[in-house]
Nanobody, 122 residues
Framework: QAQLVESGGGLVQAGGSLRLSCAAS????????MGWYRQAPGEQRELVAV???????NYADSVKGRFTISRDNAKNTVYLQMNSLKPEDTAVYYC????????????????WGQGTQVTVSS
């Protein structure tokens, strides 16, 4: 069973930055597509960003140009750098993986972490 542990969430003012980290274990990280979802209260879950094992990336339109997903295979860790944060970015952010080399457009997030809260104040 994949294990994913997120960190880096917190409270930040609008316009600020945060970097989320997700440490993965019990998967072959180097071949696994990784992604970040978010869910705000009363809202549907949104796929924010995906990175494949060959580092192809996809982003939700709402975060393009502001968020960057990256990975460090030596550390089994995926990151989400969030810049120019807006109050509407407030949500619980979840790391996810299919534990396989899924194409970015086919990513479904078979395994999830516990989530980390991001709150952006106006």
């Amino acid at each position: 069973q994949a294990q994913l542990v997120e960190s880096g969430g917190g409270l930040v003012q609008a316009g600020g930055s945060l970097r989320l980290s997700c440490a993965a274990s019990n998967i072959i990280f180097s071949i696994s597509t990784m992604g970040w979802y978010r869910q705000a209260p009363g809202e549907q879950r949104e796929l924010v960003a995906v990175i494949t094992h060959v580092r192809s990336t996809n982003y939700a339109d709402s975060v393009k140009g502001r968020f960057t997903i990256s990975r460090d295979n030596a550390k089994n860790t995926v990151y989400l750098q969030m810049n120019s944060l807006k109050p509407e970015d407030t949500a619980v952010y979840y790391c996810a993986t299919d534990a396989s080399p899924t194409a970015a457009r086919d990513f479904r997030g078979r395994y999830w972490g516990q989530g980390t809260q991001v709150t952006v104040s106006s």
